[in-house]
Every structure is written in C-alpha cells, then in structure tokens.
C-alpha cells in the first residue's frame, strides 16, 4: 500500500529552537495533514493541505505542500515546551478517502 | 460538542482471548473510521464506515477482526481469537462526511490493548 516516509524520527532541541521536519512518498497526493499526538490521546489537526505550492500557518506552525504533490513539510518556530509530542503528517489520495500516516516524528524539547 | 467516546481505556488479555472495543462518535457524524496504532509507527486503516454500510475495510484482517455500526451510531471492533502482534492502540474517529474527511476528522483517545 501507499506509505509515507517522515523524518526525522526524533528530535531532541532546546526551548526557543526552530524544528523542522518533512514527509515523502512516491505517490501523489491530492490534501496533505499534520497532526499532533499526545500521550494517551489521539491526534489532533493542526494543519490542512490542499494545493500544490501552498504555504499555511497556524500560529508559530506553517506547512506546505511540495509542488511535486509528493512530499510536505512542517516547521514549528520558537518552540515552547507544551510543543512535546509527537507529530504526523498524512496524505490523502485522489479519488480516495482514507488517509495514509508517515511514522510520526517524536519532539523533546529541553528547558 | 462532545467529542469521540472510546471505552475501556485499556485492556489487557492473554493471547487466544477475545475483545471488544466501543466507539460512540460525534452526533451526526456520518462517517466512522477504526484505524490501528502500533507503538512507534502512526495510525492505519482497518475499516471506515459510511452511516452502518461499510467504505472500506481492506487493510482489516477479516479472519480474526470484525466491526459493525448497527443504526449508523455506535460501533464496536471485536478481536476473536487475539494474537501477541495486536497489541496497539485502537484509535475511533468520526466525519460529518466522507467526502472531505479531514473536516471535524475528529479522533477519541483510544483503547490501548495489551496482548499477553
């Protein structure tokens, strides 16, 4: 099936540090998601995806989707520690409606 | 708003067992998902539900795992016999529809199960 392929894993940066993190696939995507997860919770929208080139923000978060269609990215600025957690981007296919979630990627923020 | 009810919160059972996990999700959203979330890795599909007719449940392991959404409200996911490798959290959400899903996509908060 299709998969997604998010880097990094893990992130390890002190409080105030800009984080960046990326997703790839070898398909194309029509709407590009980022969610955030808590520990015991399920993950949360912050960011929504839905044209090639396009750059969204959300507070200190802005996302874009490739123009390739094939890869997105996500950067969080100033990072503040209740940014912990851990982070997914998931692409929906066109004509489909399910979505297909990269491995996430964990951030640990040091005070 | 209510969000997704998930119970029990977690679970622990010893391989061959059977359980059950029950979602009631957001009123009037139409569309319910189940997907699986094993530790380190993000959520898949195991099936979607439209009202209480099935969308898709291709990446459901239908030899062991069933699901139904009697009424087009609540649903419950049953494993029977359970397996070691189904321990995960199994994570409900719900759509007002399936046409743009990732509107009020909204997850519940999971029941993690543990497989002894």
């Known amino acids: 099936g299709q998969q997604l392929n998010q880097s990094p894993q893990s992130m390890f940066i002190q409080e105030g540090e800009d984080v960046s993190m990326n997703c790839t696939s070898s398909?194309?995507?029509?709407?590009w998601l980022w969610y955030k997860q808590d520990p015991g919770e399920g993950p949360v929208l912050l960011i929504a995806?839905?044209?090639?080139?396009e750059l969204t923000s959300n507070g200190r978060l802005t996302a874009q989707f490739g123009i390739t269609r094939k890869d997105s990215f996500l950067n969080i600025s100033a990072s503040i520690p209740s940014d912990v957690g851990i982070y997914f981007c998931a692409g929906q296919l066109r004509g489909a409606q399910k979505l297909v979630f990269g491995q996430g990627t964990r951030l640990t923020i040091n005070p | 708003e209510a969000g997704v009810a998930q119970s029990p919160r977690y679970k622990i059972i010893e391989k061959r067992q059977s359980v059950a996990f029950w979602c009631n999700p957001i009123s009037g959203h139409a569309t319910l998902y189940w997907y699986q979330q094993i530790l380190g890795q993000g959520p898949k599909l195991l099936i979607q539900f439209q009202n209480n007719g099935v969308v898709d449940d291709s990446q459901l392991p239908k030899d062991r795992f069933s699901a139904e959404r009697l009424k087009g409200v609540d649903s419950t996911l049953k494993i029977q016999p359970a397996k070691l490798e189904d321990s995960a959290v199994y994570l409900c959400a719900s759509s007002p529809s399936s046409d743009t899903p990732h509107y009020g996509y909204t997850f519940g908060s999971g029941t993690r199960l543990t497989v002894v």
């Open positions: 995806l839905y044209k090639a080139g």
């Open positions: 398909s194309i995507f029509n709407t």
